[in-house]
């Protein structure tokens, strides 16, 4: 089956660019507004939406999208919700939709149920940020059934043979981190981003997209110089909280200019 993420890629490339991918969380400040944020963010430059359940233990997350979920959650945010936001937004904007979830959840669900809810919402794949390919396989299986992209985090302290690993079951492309820790907002990227990007190269992997610490558009172009994505959060969620869907919309129109000269906007 074709890759709607790989396609969007690809077709950021063919326009001399590269993707510039936006992440919020669902149901943030609240389920409606939610949808609005991700649709005027894929209508503003966002070439690939990455949404994010909220979670009660988000060991990843930094302070801005920690109070986010939390607020989310507070204002009764479901599991299932998920879904519902996929599919609203499926419906307004043709721009692929990844979820990105801590693998607890999607257990608790039920792998071949969330495959299948998902894919039938219009979703394109599932970023799974603490589950590696060798502990999948029923994730593997499911989104091999279902078409949905599979993409899994390379770090800087991944070995070679992990990479190889993740080379050979991402699909979409390998989110690439871009340092150790935790997602926020840092003045310069680690030099260790692009040399991860190199070693991913010489798996094979042909869609590197960079994420943590991205957070304006000169370091947006400065990633798209090695990578094929550049993934912001942080900084997207700021600004829904400061100055709501349209602020969001803004800061999505600045920052899509990092990607290049011919990036949409609105």
Not at 26 to 46: K, M, R
Not at 117 to 123: F, H, K, N, P, V
Not at 137 to 156: K, M, N, Q
Request: with cysteine; net charge negative.
């Amino acid at each position: 089956m074709t890759s709607r993420v790989s396609a969007a890629i690809s077709a950021a490339k063919d326009g001399g660019r590269g993707a510039f991918v936006g992440y919020l969380p669902i149901g943030y400040p609240d389920l409606q507004t939610s949808i609005d944020a991700a649709v005027a963010l894929a209508e503003n430059g966002a070439d690939i939406l990455e949404l994010g359940p909220p979670y009660s233990d988000p060991v990843m997350d930094g302070v801005v999208i920690q109070e986010a979920t939390q607020a989310a959650l507070a204002a009764g945010f479901r599991f299932r919700d998920t879904f519902t936001a996929v599919r609203a937004i499926a419906e307004r904007v043709d721009v692929p939709i990844v979820v990105m979830t801590y693998w607890n959840p999607v257990f608790q669900y039920g792998v071949d149920r969330f495959a299948d809810e998902l894919a039938a919402a219009g979703g394109a794949g599932l970023i799974t940020p603490d589950i590696t390919p060798d502990a999948a396989a029923d994730w593997i299986a499911a989104s091999e059934r279902t078409g949905l992209d599979r993409i899994f985090l390379a770090a800087p302290s991944s070995t070679e043979e992990r990479l190889e690993m993740i080379a050979q079951h991402s699909t979409g492309f390998v989110y690439t981190v871009s340092t150790m820790g935790i997602t926020g907002e840092r003045a310069e990227l680690d030099a260790a981003a692009r040399a991860l990007v190199e070693r991913l190269r010489a798996h094979g992997v042909e869609n590197a997209c960079v994420g943590i610490g991205i957070s304006t558009a000169d370091q947006v172009d400065g990633v798209l110089d090695y990578a094929d994505g550049a993934i912001v959060g942080t900084a997207l969620v700021r600004a829904l909280r400061d100055g709501g869907v349209d602020g969001l919309a803004a800061t999505a129109r600045e920052l899509s200019q990092g990607a290049g000269p011919h990036a949409a906007t609105a």
